[in-house]
């Protein structure tokens, strides 16, 4: 098991968090899909110290935890831009 689903619908690290009742786990298969596939989850600003997973595009009950903090924000640049000559 990788991420610990909690009932209150937290993401948290299995390996960084104790099992509580009613539980649900997201193995490291899908966990791969949901974090470097598809970016569906990012890891916590903070993950290394409280294990936190976040949703991307957030929840619908309005819960701040829900919404994404990547810890790298992905810059775009228009290709017709020239950065260096």
């Known amino acids: 098991m990788a991420i ?4 209150d619908g937290k993401l948290m690290c299995a390996a960084m968090s104790s099992p509580e009742d009613d539980d649900s786990y997201i193995d490291d298969r899908l966990h791969y899909q949901l974090s470097v596939i598809s970016r569906a989850i990012v890891a916590d ?3 290394e110290e409280n294990g936190l997973w976040h949703w991307v595009h957030g929840g619908h ?3 701040d935890w829900l919404r994404g903090k990547p810890a790298l924000e992905i810059i775009y640049f228009d290709p ?4 260096c000559e």
């Open 80 to 83: 017709n831009t020239v950065i």
């Open 45 to 47: 600003i903070d993950h």
């Open 61 to 63: 009950d309005g819960h």
């Open 4 to 7: 610990r689903w909690r009932k």
